[in-house]
């Protein structure tokens, strides 16, 4: 339902030719698509939206883009798992500058999926810096989500 409410509002904004509005509901597109395990369609709308928004000079949209990207990159069959750390990374350092700290918090989230994903240890530094932005802002839900992506890594670094 939502994903169909996400395709609506981007044709009508688009239509209207409501740009920054059109780049941010891409890119929601994108992010709703990956959601609904439909990569390739993610995969086309993130770098419709990303286009978008550094056309539009949306800076902190781009951020939110390549977070995304790095997802999706990272979810694939055959992930391109250097590609989605170069997202990642990118990502973070426009959020930090940018002082989006729960945008921060979530690129680190997809960093350590990454990076657990590459079975590397640098997946607890992005797990761990995940969970404490999300505390000091009192995100329980992306708190839980880093929580959960800890122990998974826990659990695969026993096995």
């Not at 890119?27 to 990569?39: D, F, V």
């Not at 419709?48 to 999706?72: D, K, P, S």
């Amino acid at each position: 339902e939502g994903v169909a409410l996400l395709e609506e509002a981007t044709a009508q904004s688009g239509a209207l030719r409501l740009m920054p509005t059109h780049a941010w509901n891409v890119t929601m597109l994108a992010e709703a698509y990956l959601l609904a395990g439909r990569r390739e369609d993610a995969g086309r709308e993130v770098e419709r939206g990303l286009g978008m928004a550094r056309a539009n000079q949306q800076r902190w949209l781009e951020a939110e883009g390549l977070r995304i990207r790095c997802e999706v990159r990272a979810s694939a069959g055959s992930p391109d798992l250097s590609g989605a750390r170069a997202d990642g990374e990118q990502a973070a350092a426009i959020a930090g500058e940018m002082g989006l700290r729960p945008l921060v918090g979530r690129t680190h989230l997809a960093l350590g999926r990454v990076e657990r994903r590459a079975g590397d240890a640098g997946a607890w530094r992005h797990l761990e810096r995940a969970a404490a932005l999300f505390a000091e802002m009192d995100m329980s839900f992306w708190l839980g989500q880093a929580e959960t992506e800890g122990r998974a890594l826990g659990e695969a670094s026993k096995g």
